[in-house]
């Protein structure tokens, strides 16, 4: 079978209004989180992406079900009976391994298959597995999976101070810390939208956590027993499809606007699209870009929220690329995400890798060639550049785009790219 590919023509000017979904890395956690109340829980404005799909899967190989109408999903835990999630889940799926906080808080128990090396990076999981001892988890490794067991009297309360804001570490503690004994505080929590997301829906189903969004968030444990499901839970809108289709609207003109997500969430990424030429506005759930002037260079360094999200790093590296002048983007998040760098070089832009800095000097006009998604982030930032590139891009390697992206096709035909699917 011929490998599906996603054909763009450059130069289209893109106009109109484009409805964000519900955030891949808020509902992911959300579903995982479901685990801990027995019973039925929905889930509303939820994508139709495959790591929903994954995560769908992992529930039901616990023993849950779980359906997905439209972007109401519903997930009945009152099966649950393995405590298991296999590698040929997780070697799809890194965040997988959301579930460890919720089964070790609900079932005292668990065994998650380790996760390789990703695209993007290594990824290690200490700072999850550390702050999970603290709470009186125990840990054995052997065989590529991690089993988690706690003690007979249950988890304890801790003083966690993480090394880094790790969005995955700061969940998996969170969720873990509602089920234990005594007040849990963790200290250099990450702040992301989707962490004060999670924090919301734990507290619909009877948690006590407060200071979500702030840097110390604080978890008073309750009784494993006495969580409820959540009749009905809506996904914080996705700030990085939306950042994506702001990325769309600078370089190609705009006005475009992105419907259903909090502008506040996209601070920084607003005032780089600012410094770079667009001119914005913005509402209570939407943003609208357009832009006249030329794309002037402008500096990014990505850093955890409420810096500059490394998930927004390669679209904006489309904006350098054709911007006037030299931008330097420095990564601090993720090793490998500079991999895009060489599938935009084949598309004709100046771009140097000094380590985890990239010096762009930006090029008149990008020209349309056959390139290949190395993650999402990447795909997405190569049809980006694809909309502004001289003829025809071809991006192959589409099912990472489909991680995260739902109808990011036609989302863009209806604005008015030339873009097809085939
Ligand atoms: N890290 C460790 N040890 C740990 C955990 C993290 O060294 O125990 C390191 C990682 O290797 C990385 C850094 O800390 O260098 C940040 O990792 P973090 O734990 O914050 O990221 P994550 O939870 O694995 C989530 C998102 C990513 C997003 C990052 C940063 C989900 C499912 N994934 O990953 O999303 O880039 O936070 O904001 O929530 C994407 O959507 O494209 C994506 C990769």
């Known amino acids: 079978m011929q490998e599906e590919l996603i054909k763009v023509s450059g130069g289209a000017r893109l106009s109109g209004v484009v409805p964000i979904t519900g955030a891949k890395n808020s509902v992911l956690k959300l579903m995982a989180a479901s685990i801990l109340a027995s019973g039925a829980t929905t889930i509303t404005n939820t994508p139709a992406i ?16 779980v359906h997905l109408d439209g972007h109401v999903m519903t997930i009945d835990t009152t099966g649950i009976n393995s405590y298991e999630t296999p590698y040929d889940l997780v070697v799809q799926m890194r965040a997988s391994v959301a579930v460890l906080g919720p089964l070790v808080g609900r079932f005292g128990r668990a065994r998650v298959a380790m996760p390789g090396g990703c695209q993007i990076g290594s990824r290690k999981l200490d700072m999850h597995l550390l702050g999970l001892e603290e709470l009186g988890v125990s840990f054995e490794v052997s065989h590529g999976y991690i089993n ?142 357009s832009r006249e002037e030329p794309l002037k260079a402008t500096d990014i360094q990505t850093l955890p929220y409420p810096g500059f999200p490394t998930d927004l790093q390669p679209q904006f590296m489309v904006l350098t690329a054709v911007a006037q002048g030299t931008s330097v983007i420095t990564e601090n998040i993720f090793e490998n995400r500079f991999m895009f760098a060489d599938e935009l070089i084949r598309m004709g832009a100046n771009i140097r890798i000094e380590g985890h800095h990239a010096i762009v000097e930006g090029v008149e006009q990008l020209s349309g060639a056959p390139v ?22 071809t991006v192959g390697e589409l099912t990472h785009i489909d991680r995260g992206y739902e109808g990011f096709v036609d989302k863009l035909k209806a604005v008015g790219a030339q873009i097809e699917r085939a």
């Open 50 to 65: 495959s790591d929903v799909f994954i995560m769908g899967e992992v529930l039901k190989r616990l023993g849950a079900q």
């Open 148 to 289: 988690a067991t706690v003690p007979k009297t249950g988890l304890k309360a801790a003083h966690v101070t993480l090394e880094f804001a790790s969005v995955g570490a700061t969940e998996n503690l969170m969720v873990a810390a509602c089920c234990a004994k005594g007040t849990t505080v963790i200290e250099n929590a990450a702040r992301e939208p989707e962490i004060s997301d999670l924090a919301n829906f734990l507290n619909l189903m009877g948690a006590r956590i407060s200071g979500q969004g702030t840097p110390v968030i604080t978890v008073e444990g309750v009784d494993p027993s006495s969580f409820v499901p959540v009749p009905s839970y809506s996904t914080v809108g996705d700030r990085i499809e939306a950042g994506t289709f702001l990325v769309a609207g600078a370089l190609a003109g705009g006005p475009l606007t992105v419907q259903g997500v909090n502008p506040e969430f996209l601070a920084l990424p607003l005032k780089k699209l600012k410094s770079f030429g667009a001119h914005i506005e913005t509402g209570e759930d939407f943003i609208t870009i």
């Open 372 to 393: 290949r998604a190395s993650d999402l982030r990447a795909g997405a930032g190569l049809v980006l550049a694809g909309l502004v590139a001289d003829g025809e891009t």
